[in-house]
């Protein structure tokens, strides 16, 4: 199989189940899920919800989202690819490229701030780091704090919430910081901003190098 030439295997998509035909069609089963380097064959499921960078007509990143998505909005003719992952998929008559980044073909005004407030993004903001002690762990070792607890009338927003490990979480308490003299913030929580998007996106895509034209200026 020469480069470039992977062949996946599209799980059948949820549209064709709710009667939206997509133009493609299953073609190569594989069956040994692994890392998709050009060439070699690749999991359906992995190429098909590997992180696609999206670009807004200006080549600004505005967003991510998966490649399944991303291939049905270059289908479509609401994106273009400009970036490719390397590997095919191949439709009946035709090999399609997955996208790794994508740019819409007419600019749209997105808001930034719209980004969902998610507990995702937040251990992203937070590099995956307590806010207290400073411990690095995998997300699931990590839970959510609000600064200002809920019980105290304390938000669920960028500002009152940061990444924090479940020991830190259980001395916190309900406790506010002016009552702990052994816990405090190691940095304020940023709000959400453009910084915290491009942030969180280059956290997402660091390990494609083909982001890193869009998103470091
Ligand atoms: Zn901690």
Redesign the pocket.
């Known amino acids: 199989m020469s480069l470039g030439k992977a062949m996946i295997h599209a799980r059948k998509p949820k549209a064709a189940a709710q009667g939206r035909a997509l133009p493609y069609e299953h073609r190569h089963e594989s069956s040994e899920p692994h890392e998709g380097w050009p060439g070699q064959r690749v999991s359906s499921a992995y190429t098909m919800q590997k992180p696609v960078l999206v670009l807004n007509a200006s080549y600004e990143p505005i967003n991510i989202c998966g490649a399944r998505r991303a291939l049905i909005l270059v289908l479509k003719g609401v994106a273009k690819t400009e970036e490719e992952q390397g590997a095919i998929l191949h439709a009946a008559l035709l090999r399609i490229p997955m996208p790794s980044v994508i740019r819409l073909l007419e600019y749209r005004r997105i808001p930034h701030q719209t980004r969902a407030l998610s507990r995702k993004n937040i251990l992203l903001r937070d590099r995956n780091s ?6 690095v762990l995998p997300a699931g070792e990590l839970t959510l704090d609000h600064v200002m607890p809920r019980s105290r009338g304390g938000l669920s927003t960028w500002e009152n919430l940061v990444a ?6 259980r ?1 916190k308490g309900n406790h506010l910081l002016s009552e702990l003299s052994d816990i405090k913030l190691l940095r304020e929580p940023r709000p959400f901003s453009l910084h915290t998007s491009r942030h969180i996106m280059r956290m997402i895509g660091h390990s494609d190098h083909k982001w890193r034209k869009y998103l470091y200026y």
């Open positions: 307590c806010q207290y002690c400073g411990a924090c490990c479940h020991s830190c979480n001395r």
